[in-house]
């Protein structure tokens, strides 16, 4: 197991959305009704940075921090992956402290949504250091979707 970081390909995009996780397709469908190869390309687009965590080649997720305003410095932290982030999950939950904290620099505030579905992903936000809220109807669905945010 040697994970390793880089940049965005689109054949990581390929992947990643032909393989992804059940509750990251569900989220995608919830909020806003795209494709996940759509929604991949359309995070990467607005992304600073858009990065691909593999094991040996393989993607596992991508990631990135979308602008949320040209005229502020706040970001929207975001993640996709594929069943197989699971199976890496330690070494993964090691790295992605020092990825975000990568990403983050050029921003004073990081928000999004996840749904309430999704236990692992809470977990991992409130040990990134995200503040979670109480979850309220959101996006196309109006199922309940959990605000998360952070001061950088």
């Not at 996940?36 to 990631?63: G, H, I, M, Q």
């Not at 809470?122 to 605000?147: C, D, M, N, Y």
């Amino acid at each position: 197991m040697a994970l390793k970081v880089r940049g965005t390909q689109r054949d990581d995009l390929v992947y990643v959305a032909e393989n992804m996780r059940a509750i990251d397709r569900q989220e995608l469908a919830d909020l806003t009704g795209s494709e996940p190869f759509k929604a991949l390309e359309n995070s990467v687009r607005l992304s600073d940075y858009a990065l691909t965590v593999c094991d040996n080649d393989v993607p596992l997720c991508v990631c990135g921090i979308a602008r949320i305003s040209m005229l502020s410095e706040r970001g929207a932290p975001w993640l996709l992956g594929t069943d197989k982030l699971r199976e890496q999950s330690r070494g993964f939950v090691l790295l992605s402290r020092g990825i975000f904290g990568m990403m983050s620099k050029k921003y004073e505030y990081l928000e999004n949504l996840v749904s309430a579905d999704n236990g692992r992903s809470i977990r991992w936000l409130k040990w990134l250091g995200f503040t979670v809220e109480a979850a309220k109807p959101a996006g196309i669905s109006q199922k309940p979707f959990h605000r998360f945010y952070m001061e950088v």
